[in-house]
């Protein structure tokens, strides 16, 4: 398999400050093979010894035997020292750097993707590249000494045996060579059902809450079983050809032993070799034979790995992050939008020549029915997607153009659907990193926090996804951190929607009272008093902007807004 510059990124991981561990592997693994030889001359002195009678020869072998039998022990423990030092490493390093190409991806490539990808690709496939890719090297090289070592002591032992059994040898080895080509193909099907399975699993687990509320169990159940037997299918189609292959693998096998025990006896019957000879080879056999029946089967597991490997480097690297022009982490001038359209299917268009502009420092409410196309235009801002026509510019910079990680340090939005990690509030609402106290107690006041924090202290668990909260307190807690961060820019989804009607007060005075920001609000809770205060009123419908101005010039004019006023009233 032709390696190009993706995988052997990742095959470098495998390796990169393991080398050590690596060679100290392949040291141990090539001289534990030791003891195979070693026993099958005992095998052979022996029953010379018996032949002859010798019970001094007898007690020498066997204190050779019991030094041996030691070195030969702390040469395997060493083996599986350093083995499992490499694969601990390697696995880590590998995972590591996936998640670090997954996490350099922008908003906008990783919305397109199927997460169940990442997630059967880090898990089921990463379990099959630790046994055939890493751990089958190694026993590669075992199965590789053993072969060269046993054919070795062969030759030395008889030519004429070792000859015989290497035109028998043919037979195990076309078997294995012709079945092994299968097992790749049936092993990257084995993966991409997988893949499939988790995908639907986790949709499954999900929308548990919406399975239960319409009684749609027996029917996801009916769906997974479903799925659940098809990859169970795909699966014993591949460890069908697994078994088959090692079946056809042994029976050539028993034939070349057969054939090396009758000739074995023939030359020994001819006085050419000794009982003890043939008894020492028919014995080495064992290391020819396994390497002829394992060695294809593992470098067509290793190709199969590869396989594994090639897929992910290929989805870490498919719409992957293109950097653009660094803007700075402030905003001059204003965020202009001229005649924007954009839909996530071609032939339906979402937003429909928008043409705007969002000066600095001001606050913007954006309010307008369900599907008006609000938070569409919130996303757009924050980078999500560069298919849209027109232009979005930040201070005269073309959106498309601008380095996302710059353009995440310039805003922030604070979307409906709230993500925490099961993890502290402090870890929530700092991100992990370390803010100034006085900074954190303000972004805690700010977004109504704070009876939260003292009632259950910043190291209060918040559960999977906040499970152990409210939607309000999670809310809050994302507000916090928004407002933790400080961007110049702060953009707000419905960012109060799951709050009472005094705490949304309470919360968006507070963010419209900030100097410097610019703040641009999509909401649907048009309240006088909250709405007196935007600089500008934006309102949508059907993907245009039907209305702008202030609140009392919209109220005056008696249009779109004063209907959306009167009927929220």
């Known amino acids: 398999m032709k390696r190009n510059a993706d995988i052997r990124e990742y095959i470098r991981a495998f390796y990169q400050g393991n080398r050590l561990n690596f060679a100290l592997a392949l040291l141990f693994t090539v001289l534990s093979t ?217 029976a050539s096998g028993t034939i070349l032993q057969m054939g090396i025990f009758f000739y074995g006896a023939w030359l020994a019957i001819r006085g050419e070799i000794d009982a003890g000879t043939v008894l020492v080879t028919l014995n080495l056999c064992n290391c020819v034979i396994q390497p002829i029946q394992i060695i294809p089967q593992y470098q067509a597991s290793r190709k199969a790995a590869l396989a594994l490997i090639q897929k992910l480097a290929q989805i870490t690297r498919e719409n992957a992050r293109h950097a653009g022009t660094a803007i700075p982490p402030f905003l001059d001038h204003s965020i202009s939008l001229s005649h924007v359209a954009f839909g996530y299917a071609p032939d339906k268009p979402v937003l429909k020549d928008l043409s705007t502009r969002f000066e600095a420092g001001k606050s913007y409410a954006v309010v307008g029915p369900s599907g008006s196309g609000k938070s569409t235009l919130l996303n757009l801002l924050m980078g999500s997607d560069p298919d849209y026509t027109g232009s979005i510019a930040i201070d005269g910079q073309e959106l498309r153009a601008v380095d996302t990680d710059s353009l995440y340090d310039l805003m922030s939005l604070i979307g409906q659907n ?71 820019v702060l953009l707000l989804d419905e960012a109060t929607a799951a709050l009472d009607n005094q705490t949304t007060f309470d919360v968006t005075d507070a963010i419209l009272h900030l100097d410097g920001l610019t703040r641009i609000v999509v909401t649907h809770r048009l309240d006088a008093a909250l709405m007196e205060q935007y600089d500008q009123i934006i309102v949508m419908k059907d993907g245009r902007i039907v209305e702008t101005g202030g609140y009392r010039e919209l109220m005056d004019a008696k249009a779109y807004f004063y209907s959306l006023f009167t009927l929220a009233a």
């Not at 005992?42 to 007898?58: D, F, H, K, P, Q």
């Not at 083995?83 to 750097?97: E, G, N």
């Not at 026993?139 to 030759?155: E, I, P, Q, T």
């Not at 107690?441 to 909260?469: P, T």
């Open 418 to 488: 709230v993500f925490l990690f099961d993890d502290t509030i402090q870890n929530n609402l700092t991100m992990f990193r370390d803010f100034p106290d006085r900074q954190v107690d303000l972004a805690i006041k700010r977004s109504g926090l704070s009876a939260i924090v003292a009632e259950r202290g910043m190291d209060y668990r918040c559960g999977e996804n906040g499970c152990n909260l409210s939607g309000g307190e999670r809310q809050r807690i994302s507000i916090a951190r928004a407002l933790l961060r400080g961007t110049p």
């Open 34 to 250: 030791g003891g195979m030889l070693f026993f099958s001359w005992v095998l052979g002195e022996i029953t010379n010894i018996i032949t002859a009678g010798s019970l001094e020869r007898l007690g020498g072998t066997l204190r050779f035997s019991a030094v041996a039998i030691v070195v030969l022990l702390w040469v395997e423990l060493l083996m599986y020292r350093f083995k499992a030092r490499f694969i601990h490493q390697a696995l880590r390093q590998y995972k590591d750097l996936a998640f670090s190409r997954l996490a350099g991806k922008n908003i906008s490539a990783f919305s397109r993707e199927n997460t169940g990808r990442y997630l059967s690709a880090l898990t089921n496939d990463t379990n099959s590249i630790e046994e055939n890719y890493l751990n089958r090297t190694l026993l590669l090289v075992f199965y590789c000494a053993m072969f060269v070592g046993g054919l070795a002591m062969m030759l030395w032992l008889s030519w004429k045996l070792t000859l015989a059994a290497g035109l028998l040898s043919l037979l195990p080895i076309l078997c294995s060579l012709v079945m092994g080509k299968g097992l790749a193909v049936r092993e990257q099907a084995v993966s991409d059902q997988n893949e499939r399975f988790v995908s639907q699993v986790k949709d499954f687990l999900s929308g548990f809450s919406v399975i239960k509320s319409f009684k749609a169990e027996q029917a996801v159940t009916d769906l997974f079983q479903s799925a659940n037997d098809s990859t169970e299918r795909t699966k014993e189609r591949r460890r069908w050809w697994e078994y088959l292959l090692t079946a056809t693998a042994e």
